[in-house]
């Protein structure tokens, strides 16, 4: 059975293939979830993640079903293999925004569903199909391309860098010291495919001629009670004028949003001609739309063969 929980599940041309059903009409890709129901599980809140996957869900056919966290209880209210095995019954996939990875691990090994990552503290895979998305639309092909992260190496990082990798992009993360990836991290990125991946202390250095500059909130959720620490070792990584100005000259704004104006991004980048946030927001509908549909294709869902 096939499940998504990292980008680097797909393969390049499996991404490529993704990619191609998020650009397809609706006529195209047909109803494939006609009379499913697909479960949302929400341990972590989000605005775009579940405006997205909802809509996705039912631009296919399907009953996107909303659950809380605190509805279902990882391992508090009942077990996750036995939230995983009744749902099921319900369900033509599971998809889940959770707190850790491996609850998404567990749910994946019973096989019973496909499951699909919505956020975890490793990955962010359906953002990096949408980054990847906008990117060829605003780009076109973006093989030998550089793209920079600058900020923290979390988890949304970590899925753009497995994706770009698969897109054979020259790679670039700009870290502050103690928030980057390590050699063993930096070696498995290249291993997927990177035309190249090098890892630099200075945001300015990192978006040297890069086509597009990525970055993302300084703190995250759950770690707020570290904001003054790690406002202060990020206080050079902002991305600002002086940043855009060193990438190319056509270079593109992104961020996975929501963003702090002032903090990580200057007010005149995120609202400036080079910002493409909201298409990239936007892409998210699309992206989940194409890796329902691929995940229908890839386990019989539209021939019936599951619940």
């Not at 499996?14 to 009409?25: C, I, K, S, Y």
């Not at 996750?80 to 990875?101: K, L, Q, S």
């Amino acid at each position: 059975m096939r499940h998504f929980l990292d980008t680097a599940d797909l393969s390049r041309k499996e991404l490529g293939r993704v990619l191609e059903l998020a650009t397809q009409r609706q006529e195209a890709l047909g109803w494939p979830l006609a009379d499913y129901g697909v479960a949302l599980i929400f341990e972590k809140p989000s605005n775009r993640t579940r405006q997205s996957m909802e809509m996705a869900v039912v631009q296919l056919g399907g009953h996107p079903i909303f659950t809380r966290g605190e509805e279902v209880g990882f391992d508090v209210r009942e077990s996750v293999e036995d939230i995983t095995r009744i749902m099921a019954g319900y369900h033509a996939m599971i998809a889940a925004r959770v707190i850790d990875h491996g609850v998404l691990e567990r749910m994946a090994s019973l096989d019973e569903v496909p499951i699909i990552n919505m956020l975890s503290d490793k990955s962010h895979p359906l953002q990096s199909v949408a980054d990847v998305l906008t990117m060829r639309e605003e780009l076109g092909s973006l093989s030998g391309l550089t793209v920079t992260w600058i900020g923290d190496y979390n988890n949304v990082a970590r899925s753009l860098a497995e994706a770009c990798a698969l897109e054979g992009m020259h790679l670039r993360l700009g870290c502050p010291d103690g928030y980057g990836a390590d050699g063993e991290e930096l070696s498995r990125i290249a291993s997927l495919g990177a035309a190249s991946v090098e890892q630099l202390d200075s945001a300015e250095a990192a978006a040297e001629g890069a086509h597009a500059v990525h970055t993302d909130v300084f703190v995250s959720m759950g770690q707020e009670a570290d904001t003054e620490r790690r406002l202060r070792d990020f206080a050079a990584f902002q991305v600002d004028e002086n940043v855009m100005a060193a990438a190319d000259q056509n270079a593109i704004f992104m961020h996975c949003l929501p963003a702090h104006r002032g903090v990580e991004v200057a007010a005149d980048v995120i609202d400036g001609p080079a910002s493409r946030v909201v298409r990239q927001a936007h892409n998210r509908m699309h992206a989940a739309r194409g890796v329902l549909a691929f995940l229908c294709e890839e386990n019989d869902i539209t021939k019936g063969d599951t619940k």
